[in-house]
């Protein structure tokens, strides 16, 4: 099976900007996780999504949503960019809810 | 208290010895445990599920869960410069049909040739 895809890799942005990002899930998983990864914080959740139903999210302000689709394809958009937001983002699907997550290969964003 | 706590790193073990990560959580009706690889520039990488208390081998690794006790670790025996990475400890909570996994902030091991 094909993994977890995102695209796309790399974006530069400035701030005051929104931006999109794309997350394939592994065929047949219908759960996806998005993660924010900096350096001093580590992985933090940002929401998860299953049938298309936001099940979870974590405590990020509001400018920062997603959404999934009936094919299970998830993307999730920050709104107002603000330099902080530079981050590695990391989206992860699973089978089911206790199972491992399964992890994309993340969108580098930069923010100037 | 962290919800996931790592003991600080880094760790350095020379070649083949044996490497201990340790995490604590503060959950207690946490039910999964996972351990994650990440190398540098990559993605994280699963290497060990664990959902029961005791020991669970693959391989060089072994995962070990003490509920009570709200620890689990990871053993890596004859640890390889290829083990040098950041291993991260990930906890997953259910309720009801939700589901949260939440990661400590990493440990970085380096294995000296």
């Known amino acids: 099976k094909a993994g977890v895809t995102q695209t796309p890799r790399y974006l530069i942005k400035t701030r005051g900007q929104q931006v999109t990002l794309s997350c394939s899930p592994i065929?047949?998983?219908?759960?996806v996780s998005w993660y924010q990864q900096t350096p001093g914080q580590g992985l933090q959740f940002l929401f998860e999504?299953?049938?298309?139903?936001?099940?979870n999210k974590g405590n990020f302000p509001g400018r920062f949503s997603g959404r999934q689709f009936s094919n299970s394809r998830s993307e999730m958009n920050v709104s107002t960019l603000e330099l902080g937001d530079s981050a590695l983002y990391l989206c992860?699907?699973?089978?089911?809810?206790?199972?491992?997550?399964?992890f994309g290969n993340g969108t580098r964003l930069t923010v100037t | 208290q962290k919800e996931v706590e790592q003991n600080s790193g880094p760790l350095s073990v020379p070649e083949g010895a044996i490497a201990s990560l340790n995490c604590t959580y503060s959950?207690?009706?946490?039910?999964?445990f996972f351990w994650y690889r990440q190398y540098s520039g990559k993605s994280p990488e699963l290497i060990m599920s664990?959902?029961?208390?005791g020991d669970k081998e693959d391989g060089r690794f072994t995962a070990q869960l003490n509920k009570a006790s709200q620890y689990v670790s990871l053993l890596i025996r004859d640890s390889q410069p290829s083990d040098s990475a950041t291993y991260l400890c990930?906890?997953?909570?259910?309720?009801?049909?939700?589901?949260?996994?939440?990661f400590g902030k990493g440990i970085t091991l380096s294995v000296r040739p």
């Open positions: 992860a699907s699973s089978e089911f809810s206790n199972s491992p997550l399964h």
């Open positions: 065929s047949g998983h219908r759960s």
């Open positions: 999504y299953f049938s298309e139903t936001q099940r």
């Open positions: 959950d207690r009706v946490s039910q999964s």
């Open positions: 664990i959902y029961s208390n």
């Open positions: 990930a906890v997953n909570r259910i309720t009801g049909a939700n589901s949260k996994l939440t």
